[in-house]
């Protein structure tokens, strides 16, 4: 099973406008982290969010987590065409097993 | 460019061949990983490596080996491969265990 699912499945948008997908989780956690996939490419590490902490950015990129809810978003704000793709979480629980959801496949048109 | 590389980038397999994917990062990094990429299941784990010299089982092991030759390269084995195997196969490499930093471009591997 996976700790780590992804919400919606799948997300399109205008360029310009913003982008929220959200990441639940089922257990326990010591962070949670979100990765950028290129279609045909490799994944590409985005930002790390630590359990002790609620909120993180970088540049356009906006994390949350929410413990007590065993949740997290991920905003992009002002989303560009070069921002379709694909868009993953990753949990590290507390016995160290990793694991990723399915995915948030997101198109941005012009 | 620094990174993860991987070979070769596709391949088509036919049922019971064998065949060896390889992986290798020129960034020092202690620990590598493989992961296959299927539609609507993520990334799941076939194996890590957390240093030169040491491997172990990740979520989907079965069907698959792997040896860390050097700290540099990590390769994935299949020794008979089946239809279920085909697949986008992702190798990653981190500093320390459980975070994979880097990943390759992948391997998209189809057996018939």
């Known amino acids: 099973s996976q700790q780590g699912e992804e919400d919606p499945q799948a997300l399109s948008i205008q360029e310009g406008e913003n982008a929220t997908m959200n990441c639940s989780y089922k257990t326990s956690i010591n962070n949670l982290q979100w990765y950028r996939q290129n279609s045909g490419r490799g994944l590409v590490h985005l930002i790390l969010?630590?359990?002790?902490?609620r909120e993180k950015h970088s540049g356009r990129l906006r994390v949350t987590l929410d413990t007590s809810k065993k949740s997290s978003s991920l905003l992009i704000t002002a989303s560009r065409a070069a921002d379709t793709a694909s868009y993953f979480c990753?949990?590290?629980?507390?016995?160290?097993?990793?694991?990723f959801g399915a995915g948030t496949q997101v198109v941005v048109t012009p | 460019n620094a990174g993860v590389t991987q070979t070769p980038k596709f391949q088509v397999l036919k049922t019971g061949q064998s065949m060896t994917l390889q992986c290798a990062q020129d960034m020092n990094h202690n620990s590598m990983y493989w992961y296959r990429q299927d539609p609507g299941m993520g990334l799941r784990l076939i194996y890590y490596?957390?240093?030169?010299?040491?491997?172990d089982k990740g979520e989907v092991p079965n069907g698959y080996n792997v040896s860390r030759l050097n700290k540099r390269e990590f390769s994935l084995r299949l020794e008979s491969a089946a239809p279920s195997q085909t697949s986008v196969y992702f190798c990653a490499s981190s500093t320390g265990l459980r975070q994979p930093q880097h990943f390759g471009d992948g391997t998209r591997l189809s057996i018939l």
């Open positions: 490596s957390a240093s030169e010299g040491t491997t």
């Open positions: 969010i630590r359990s002790n902490e």
């Open positions: 990753w949990v590290t629980d507390s016995w160290g097993k990793l694991q």
